[in-house]
């Protein structure tokens, strides 16, 4: 895995963060956020064999794609980097029911 990307990109703080999850049977819906630089973005993902399985579809808008591309890095790049880290266990999962408290 050595060189896999270009050297910009092992900078790159890609925290992984899961919103909602519905599993299936055989997969689970995935939405959640992360940040390239100060951006964030949005994304939906497939990720079959559930969390951490063997296979994760990563979505994002149109709209992220071109604002990635602004910021001087491939879209397709920062996706399978956030594809590996899924599969990985890489990430924060959310939970809508903890309220923050002032």
């Not at 920062?78 to 809508?96: F, H, M, N, P, W």
């Amino acid at each position: 895995m050595i060189n896999e990307y270009p050297e910009e990109y092992y900078n790159l703080n890609l925290d992984i963060n899961i919103k909602n999850v519905v599993e299936g049977s055989v997969a689970s819906k995935l939405s959640g956020f992360f940040f390239v630089q100060d951006n964030r973005v949005v994304f939906s993902a497939l990720a079959f064999g559930r969390i951490g399985g063997h296979n994760v579809n990563v979505k994002i808008s149109k709209s992220s794609a071109n604002e990635i591309k602004k910021l001087g890095y491939d879209p397709e790049i920062i996706l399978q980097i956030v594809q590996r880290k899924i599969i990985e266990g890489e990430i924060s999962i959310l939970d809508a029911k903890k309220k923050k408290t002032s």
